[in-house]
């Protein structure tokens, strides 16, 4: 074994301890950073939603164009809108993430609809999610699944 091989694997649990709490949770592709994806729990034949942050760092625009996941029919980007005293869903073609800026997806705004689950989202789990950005390409995130009525990410 090398020294410096050693030194790494001796290195290793302390850097464990310093990683800031829910770093984990970041997933970086190109300029974009997914931050904290989770989900709520759900049925099986229902629908669920996923939530995270999106940050562009980069000086380009960009836009999160579609996902997808083995778990649902089918996959789509919503925004809630006012109509009337009800908010209602309504799916859009993407969601801009100007450069420089964090865009926010989150309960009673956008999300990543999953139709049709084909497996309970059960607390605890996670599920595999891919996004795909027009310009920084296709990242697969791991939202955690939190209890059923959960209003943001909890640890
Ligand atoms: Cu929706």
Known sequence: MTTLSRRLLLASPALLLAAP?????????????????WSRAAGANTNGAAYMTLRNTGREADRLVSASTPIARTVELHTHVRDGDVMRMRPVRDIAVP?????????GGLHVMLIGLTEPL??????????????????????????????????
Do not use: S, Y
């Open 21 to 37: 709490a829910g770093a984990h949770h970041d997933t970086t592709v190109g300029a974009i950073t997914i931050g904290h994806p």
């Open 99 to 107: 450069a420089g800026e964090t865009v926010r997806l989150r309960p």
């Open 122 to 155: 059960r607390q605890g789990a996670t599920v595999p999610l891919t996004l795909r950005f027009e310009r920084a390409g296709e990242a697969t995130v791991q939202p955690e699944i939190q209890a059923a009525g959960a209003r943001g990410h909890t640890h």
